[in-house]
């Protein structure tokens, strides 16, 4: 899975892995969401979109299962 900085007030990064649709977004407060599940519409909207946390949180936080960490770093 390729990481790619976004440009974003709340989203620091954001990766997607076609092959198992996985979706991982990194926030700037360090909590990491890898979402399962996710088909690559999203994913394509999501970089598409003129607000990043906007579309993710109306259109996939709460819609596809995930896994939730905070980053140690």
Same mark, same amino acid.
């Given at each position: 899975?390729?990481? $790619?900085?976004?440009?974003?007030?709340? $989203?620091?990064?954001?990766?997607? &892995? +076609?092959?198992?649709?996985?979706?991982?977004?990194?926030?700037?407060?360090? $909590?990491? %969401?890898?979402?399962?599940?996710?088909?690559? &519409?999203?994913?394509?909207?999501?970089?598409? +979109?003129?607000?990043?946390?906007?579309?993710?949180?109306? &259109? *996939?936080? %709460?819609? %596809?299962?995930? *896994?939730?960490?905070? &980053?140690?770093?």
């Amino acid at each position: 899975m390729e990481i $790619i900085s976004v440009n974003s007030s709340r $989203i620091l990064s954001v990766g997607y &892995n +076609a092959s198992n649709q996985q979706l991982l977004v990194v926030f700037k407060n360090g $909590i990491q %969401f890898l979402h399962q599940h996710v088909p690559q &519409n999203f994913w394509l909207e999501l970089m598409l +979109a003129p607000s990043l946390g906007k579309y993710y949180f109306d &259109n *996939i936080r %709460f819609s %596809f299962p995930y *896994i939730s960490q905070k &980053n140690a770093n």
